[in-house]
């Protein structure tokens, strides 16, 4: 599909994302929304992944390039981080390892439960 | 000179620029940590504190690239029906690994913010540190954080994902089992620890690339919570 199609598909999503948002009683990201929209519009099979592949492929293979000017304004920010160093660093090594241990122990216990419970069914 | 600087092709051209510098740095380097996202913010960071130019030039055409963000996130939902049938395949591991990941994620960070004594402003800010940055920014955002705070704690759980992954799956044991290994990956270092996982192996990258999308809604999930632990 052309790229202007898509890309009025995908910005269509994002706007009844925006909508729905709007709608909801607590605070909900449109962009997880559209996230979750587009999912489930695929899922469903309301839309194919021809009418977004190109378009949504670029953005996912790009996203790096999308926060360069985010990351900039980190230098306005240069005092705060500097004063804060220690708990930035300690807090950011510190859960990033303790994630990875607890969701890789969860997923190894959850599936030794599954296999379990499949040769019960099966045995 | 400002009427050129201040048109918004400016801050389009130098982000470009120095994003493909940085692309040529890490095909050279071979190594996670010459991110090419890293390497442009350096050197346009260096360019501004050293030629003066006011970075509100940059960002006239810096909130363009900005609006972007918002349909890039909703690009993940391919990714996400991408894998769908490794999803359904492995339904209960993928969901409850992400669950687990995603709330062990915001209640360490919560428990540490409060051992440091940080303010609110901090705390919300580093809270949605593990996921992606489409999904930290406004996650931090709605709750009164600093954005650029969250990218940097975000790029150092990316960082260290993607530079230790290899080596955390055989300390932790992991090694013998491709979808723990490559959940425990996207849950904690999200796309730069995922492109680590992908050179892994198929399924250590397919798994990654999934927990990115679903540990993030879980977590996004748990942000509604946040105003109450604030």
């Given amino acids: 599909m052309s790229i202007l199609w898509q ?10 994302a925006q909508g729905i948002a709007a709608l909801l009683p607590f605070a909900f990201p449109a962009s997880v929304l559209a996230m979750l929209l587009v999912f489930l519009l695929l899922l469903s099979g309301i839309i194919r992944i021809r009418h977004i592949k ?68 099966h045995g | 000179m400002a009427e050129v600087l201040s048109n918004p092709v400016f801050g389009i051209a130098m982000s470009v620029a120095t994003y ?15 991110n090419p996202m890293l390497i442009a913010t350096a050197l346009l960071i260096a360019f501004f504190l050293l030629t003066g130019i006011p970075l509100e030039y940059f960002n006239e055409g810096g909130d363009i690239i900005n609006f972007l963000i918002f ?23 993928v969901l409850g690994g992400c669950l687990a990941g995603a709330a062990t994620a915001v209640f360490s960070v919560l428990g540490l913010c409060r051992l440091f004594g940080l303010d609110e402003t901090m705390t919300a800010s580093l809270l949605p540190k593990s996921v992606t940055t489409a999904i930290a920014v406004p996650i931090c955002e709605q709750n009164g954080g600093i954005s650029q705070i969250t990218i940097v704690a975000v790029m150092i759980a ?17 090694s013998d089992n491709e979808v723990a290994t490559g959940l425990a990956i996207g849950c904690s270092s999200h796309a730069a620890g995922t492109s680590t996982a992908v050179k892994m192996g198929e399924t250590i990258g397919a798994m990654s690339g999934l927990a990115i999308g679903i540990c993030g809604f879980f977590t996004v999930l748990f942000a509604i919570l946040f105003p109450y632990f604030l």
């Avoid at chain 1, 890309?7 to 009844?16: E, K, N």
């Fill in chain 1, 54 to 121: 190109e378009l949504a492929t670029w953005f996912s293979q790009n996203m790096g390039f999308l926060f360069v000017p985010a990351c900039v304004e980190v230098m306005d920010y240069f005092d705060l981080i500097a004063e804060n160093l220690i708990p930035i660093l300690v807090i950011g090594v510190v859960t990033t390892l303790l994630v990875f241990a607890v969701t890789g122990w969860t997923v190894k216990a959850l599936m030794r439960l599954q296999q379990r419970r499949g040769e019960k069914l």
């Fill in chain 2, 158 to 174: 990316g960082t260290l994902g993607a530079v230790l992954a290899p080596s955390l799956s055989r300390w932790l044991h992991l």
């Fill in chain 1, 7 to 16: 890309v009025g598909i995908l910005f269509s999503i994002c706007l009844a």
């Fill in chain 2, 71 to 93: 349909p890039a996130t909703a690009s993940i939902g391919l990714s996400i029906y991408a894998n769908y049938e490794v999803l359904k395949k492995n339904l209960v591991p």
């Fill in chain 2, 20 to 34: 493909a510098a940085g692309v040529w740095v890490n095909k050279k380097l071979k190594t996670p940590l010459a």
